[in-house]
């Protein structure tokens, strides 16, 4: 538990990885305000103060959260649609988001990033891993991770936490696992897979949210680190286990789809950073 709860700021508490970010904050201690969009159907952990908002809207107004110490930035539009044009168009308002919650008082934004800003990459990932990304998603994201270093005062400390390979709580997804209960929903019993040889590092997305909660408390660490395992898998052992262990009454069709050539036979995040945060509590 942090040892001095505040006021944490979470923006995109209403998508997929969210909710458990707020829950996790609000079991360290911290009052939590979950910004989700106008209208949005999700539900708020109670613990949280629950605030409607168009976030990137050029007429918002950071003050609408109140006197934060800390700001979670989760809020991406079409983070599972790679090349949604979405991503540049947005890039500028991402910017001046965070460089006004800078500006209103916010020391500590933790910024949620990808493994795709690295593009194609064989090994582990570390924070001195060249970029190179392949697709829109990655490159705003990377283009956003190199500018806020230079735009932000010395009074905000930043975290860049790279994310891998999510699932849990699946049916909120967008994954394949998700994908995978609605083809058995829908009375289907092949579902038409890759060579499924790729490595990925796969973290639960209760883990992650506990990860991203840490890392709000340990101010002292900045700069790009990966919130992840540490531990690559092929993704048909994950893909096969998540069929046995749901008893689910269907079969991978492999070879169907071609892999996507800007994933690597292997890459997964080096997890040295995020264990140390974890270990003190």
């Not at 009074?155 to 849990?168: C, D, E, K, P, Q």
């Not at 071609?258 to 140390?276: M, Q």
Request: hydrophobic share 45%; with cysteine; charged share 20%.
């Amino acid at each position: 538990m942090t040892e001095s709860p505040s006021r944490v700021v979470v923006t995109g508490a209403g998508g997929y990885l969210g909710p458990h970010v707020v829950a996790a904050l609000a079991d360290r201690g911290h009052e939590v305000v979950a910004v989700v969009r106008p209208g949005s159907q999700s539900e708020t952990d109670p613990r949280a103060i629950r605030l409607e908002a168009d976030i990137l809207a050029p007429d918002f107004d950071v003050d609408a959260w109140g006197d934060a110490r800390s700001l979670v930035h989760l809020a991406w539009k079409d983070g599972f649609v790679h090349n949604s044009p979405a991503h540049m168009s947005q890039l500028s308002a991402h910017y001046r988001l965070l460089t006004e919650a800078a500006a209103a008082g916010v020391t500590r934004i933790v910024a949620l990033g990808t493994m795709h800003e690295v593009g194609y990459w064989e090994g582990a990932i570390t924070a001195e891993t060249p970029t190179n990304p392949k697709s829109l998603y990655g490159i705003a994201k990377d283009a956003l991770r190199r500018a806020l270093p230079l735009a932000l005062p010395d009074t905000v400390s930043l975290a860049w936490a790279r994310a891998y390979y999510i699932y849990g709580d699946d049916r909120r997804s967008n994954s394949i696992f998700r994908k995978l209960l609605e083809a058995v929903d829908a009375g289907k019993t092949v579902f038409p897979f890759t060579s499924g040889k790729n490595l990925f590092d796969f973290i639960r997305v209760e883990e992650l949210g506990r990860q991203l909660a840490a890392l709000t408390d340990a101010e002292d660490v900045t700069g790009t680190l990966n919130c992840s395992t540490g531990v690559p898998l092929p993704l048909a052992d994950q893909v096969e286990s998540f069929i046995a262990e749901n008893a689910l009454p269907i079969a991978l069709e492999y070879g169907a789809f071609p892999d996507r050539p800007y994933d690597s036979p292997g890459v997964w995040g080096d997890s040295a950073v995020i264990r140390e945060v974890m270990a003190r509590g």
